[in-house]
């Protein structure tokens, strides 16, 4: 799936009918109220003014199409003009899996979306359950199907650490998302919020939140699940923000976990590697440009337990021409690649 440059539009709570354990969706995206049409044209107008046209305006934050009917084409109808002046190339929205159907569908194809988010977050009915989804595996199954069947790209948003989920049961639904073959997924780590129904849990320790290096960890091997299937990773961890600092009180949350997600990846790739040479004295480590601080790790981290793990002196890493994901290691009479994830 492109990058496409993304105008975003927060609709935090908006037409969502069950309260979910972790969520407050005004501290995660920092919208304290619902848009109006007329909100919506002046940001539209700021945003396009400043860096033009070919955007894709999207609303999130909320179920969009759980909203009501009317508030929903209000909005829509706001966003036409620009569409067909060619200001806005596309729309998307998030929403529920169990707030999809064929009126909906046929809405949202007339006013443009052409991509749906949809907040699966686990496909496992007990943890949906008891994290207060109202929603059940089924439902995902069913409206990604749905969606697709009529051309819609679909992206998938997993959770991972939701009240009663483990390691296994977060990546069984990484499979059961990647079996369905979406367009893209996000994969957010449950942090716990000041104010949510998860944060009563906490306080009152009947649950438990991730530890970021557990969370990184998993997190890591879903991705490496999904590269191996061809189907992207959009986001891993919260966009960070000033009110969502603020208002963890518990949980992986750092303003850069997709950073720690990727050097763990690259780790990962570099170990079958290094095996072989288990006590070499230097090893140079070829990456692509972009990826060379994710194979050094933050602070060197990578380096150093790559090297205290095979007993290696030094390893270096050098910026070479190669695809993303491939490692060439040199030593002075060795060579070697790794360009894929093993499974």
């Known amino acids: 799936m492109p990058r496409r440059r993304i105008i975003p539009v927060f609709v935090p709570h908006m037409g969502c009918p069950h309260q979910c354990v972790f969520c407050d969706q005004r501290q995660i995206s920092g919208a304290q109220a619902p848009v109006t049409a007329a909100q919506l044209r002046a940001i539209l107008d700021a945003a396009l003014s400043q860096s033009g046209a070919g955007a894709e305006l999207a609303f999130y934050g909320g179920s969009f199409t759980a909203i009501g009917e009317a508030d929903q084409v209000s909005l829509l109808e706001a966003a036409q003009p620009y569409l067909r002046a060619g200001h806005l190339f596309a729309l998307r929205c998030s929403t529920r899996p169990d707030c999809i159907d064929e009126s909906v569908i046929a809405r949202l194809r007339r006013y443009g979306m052409q991509t749906v988010e949809l907040g699966c977050q686990s496909m496992n009915d007990e943890v949906l359950r008891r994290s207060g989804r109202g929603h059940t595996a089924l439902d995902c199954e069913h409206a990604i199907a749905l969606l ?3 051309g819609f790209s679909v992206v998938a948003q997993l959770m991972t650490g939701l009240p009663g989920s483990s390691d296994a049961t977060d990546l069984e639904s990484a499979e059961r998302i990647a079996a369905l073959h979406p367009d893209g997924v996000r994969i957010y780590p449950t942090v716990v919020v000041e104010g949510t129904p998860l944060a009563a849990m906490y306080q ?11 969370a990184v960890n998993l997190c890591a091997r879903m991705w490496e699940l999904f590269r191996y299937e061809e189907i992207p990773v959009l986001r891993v961890g919260l966009n960070p923000s000033e009110s969502l600092h603020n208002a963890v009180l518990a949980g992986p949350y750092h303003p850069a976990f997709g950073e720690l997600v990727l050097g763990r990846m690259y780790y990962n790739l570099a170990k079958p590697l290094l095996a072989p040479h288990r006590g070499a004295d230097t090893i140079t480590l070829c990456v692509a440009p972009r990826a060379v601080s994710r194979m050094v790790g933050q602070k060197k981290t990578n380096l150093r337990a790559l090297e205290q793990e095979f007993s290696i002196k030094s390893i270096k890493i050098s910026a070479e021409p190669l695809e993303e994901w491939e490692i060439r290691l040199q030593t002075e009479g060795n060579t ?8």
């Open 204 to 214: 009152r320790g009947i649950y438990s939140p991730q530890a970021l290096e557990s």
């Open 336 to 343: 070697g690649i790794v360009d894929r994830i093993d499974r």
């Open 148 to 150: 697709k069947s009529h």
